[in-house]
């Protein structure tokens, strides 16, 4: 990319896009009614050399309950890192936060997330924590399971089911703890189109079945914004505009184009 | 055997390219030795042109000609046995999945038995090889041999007992030729009875004998057949049961039979919980290991190195930026596993954070029966020793 296409994209003029109808902050009256809030977070690290680098950059969104929203930007533009915020593994420097409890994240790489050698048992693993009888931890890695289409393979070892059986005993995992927030990071990244459907789809099924649960989802992939009931936009680590799906997808089908048509000028 | 000088042109030999081909390589290679499609051509130019003048000299093994290519011993003669993009292609070409892992179908017997009288069994066929008669070592291979046939599905038991007997058979062949074989470098300071003045000791009227055969310097005695057959014996049963044990039991419910027998040591002080979640955790990471070694191999493979240019050193210099590669993906495997392990609430005090383990279902019948079987081997394996020596 040359120098001048580079500027291009850079000082492309944002829209301005109005509220939605559904987004709370038009009736914000109802703080309960929000699964995640933040108000200008600033996240920051410092580097070997001591200097400090910015990370997130005075972000702000607020995601209602209930709702299956997306987390879209470039690489590097602090998807990841808002979203760590967000499951508590990072703190934020400087800003409010407030995200509903339960919560439970989904890493990128299932691999990384499936930690016991089979599936009942890697789905019980995150109960642990909490004072239950065998009964019931029992039934709920059975309800999980059938949630997500894998109760058939309750018994399998972990290592011989594909990459998107394993994401989906890994969105059991969480939905097992009975959290109220899922945290979902890039979970299609390594998943073929079935696979990548099949995903979505279970995720939906769980939204779908309770309305107390909210789901943030990071991804690349465009046309997951259509399973979305909203969309949060970043860039270089700042929120760039958040709001319904079609309004981003807009947005970022606008700047494709402008980008291409600089291009070809 | 003779040898004979041929003044041959090697274009006699090699097909000379058509004037069409483009000799000419399309992109530079990045790296040093890499391969370009075109440089195969280049190279053959260079042959081709410096060769132009050099005699052959062609051997033969026998009378029967130069041409009598299927008596040339040398193809028999393994040729870069241990090349490096051999040893690579065949990591990379290798299962991901590790040897033993469990097999869900189809239930066989041995599934339902009960996983704590597996790990007994396991202990048992340990602790016998090296404490029983021949004969019962022999037998319990056999046993075992027979057992892995019925219980496995052909595939894996084929792929396993042929690793297995291989390694127990050079273990048999290297020990009990090799125990008696090498003279000893200490001498024993009693001299002979010859000396002292003493009577030979008299040859056995039975017919025995210490030596059982001689294979020229090599000899197999009773000292040898012994160490031979008991450490083959137990190297086989070791990994054959392990394998028949970890093919019918899931990871949880081996760790749930360790639990139940260590469990009272932690009045001693043991870390039980800490050695369980370690066991899983372990049993769950070697499946990564094992992706990440094929994995980090395929890339090395898919560069198309061009070895023959490559020194020893640069050679081994690959190896060892191929190991170091693996160790720095597995610890960011493990930085991610342990993040994820936070992130579900696991705190590192394996006491607060229980893992519910179970037996599993196992049958009744099963285990009676395999409980009977156990105390009949141990009791004829006691016997053996009285009853046939």
Known sequence: ?265 | MFTQLVHAHPSAKLPLPSPLYTVRPSTPPIFKHQFTPNSRTQFFFLQHHHQKLRPFIRCAANSEGVGGNKLNWEKWVPRNFLAADKVFRWISEATSSPIGQYISSPTTFLHSVDSRIKLAWLLVLVVLPARSHISVRFGLVIFLALLSMWMQPKQVWVDQLGRVTLLSGILFIMLGLGTDSAPSLVFSRTPPPSILGLPNLPTSLEGYSYVIMKFGPLQLTRKGLSTASTSACLTFTIFQSASLCLTSTTPEQLAFALQWFIHPLKHLGLPVAEIILTLLLSLRFITLVFDEVRNVALGIVSRRINWQLLTTMETVDVFFTYIRRIFRNIFSHSEQISQAMIARGFRGDCNSHKLFLSAGTSSAMANILSLLCLVGLIGAATWSKYLLS
């Not at chain 1, 890192?81 to 400087?94: D, H, S, W, Y």
């Open chain 1, 1 to 265: 990319m040359n120098q001048s296409s580079l500027a291009a994209v850079s000082t492309f003029k944002l829209p301005v896009l109005p509220i939605p109808h559904s987004h709370p902050s038009r009736n914000c009256g109802n703080i309960d009614n929000l699964a995640i809030e933040c108000h200008n977070m600033c996240y920051s690290i410092t580097t070997k050399q001591g200097r400090l680098k910015p990370i997130l950059k005075d972000c702000s969104l607020s995601i209602p309950s209930g709702q299956l929203w997306m987390l879209l930007g470039p690489n590097g533009s602090g998807k990841s890192t808002l979203l760590k915020i967000f499951a508590g593994l990072l703190n934020p420097n400087e800003g409010f936060l407030r995200v509903k409890k339960p919560r439970s994240f989904v890493f990128q790489n299932p691999d990384h997330q499936v930690v016991m050698p089979t599936v009942k048992d890697d789905v019980a693993f995150g109960l642990s924590k909490f004072n239950l009888t065998y009964d019931e931890i029992r039934s709920r890695v059975a309800r999980a399971l059938d949630a997500v289409g894998m109760y058939d393979y309750l018994q399998r070892p972990v290592q011989t089911l594909s990459g998107g059986q394993k994401q989906r005993v890994a969105i059991a995992g969480a939905l097992a703890e009975a959290c109220k927030v899922l945290l979902l990071d890039e979970l299609t990244t390594f998943l073929d189109e079935a696979d990548q459907v099949g995903v979505i789809k279970a995720v939906k099924n769980t939204l779908a079945s309770s309305e107390e649960i909210t789901a943030l989802w990071v991804t690349h992939r465009l046309e997951e914004l259509e399973y979305a009931d909203g969309a949060v936009y970043m860039e270089e680590g700042k929120v760039i505009m958040h709001g319904d799906a079609s309004s981003i997808m807009d947005f970022i089908e606008a700047r494709q184009a402008a980008y291409i048509k600089q291009i070809y000028s």
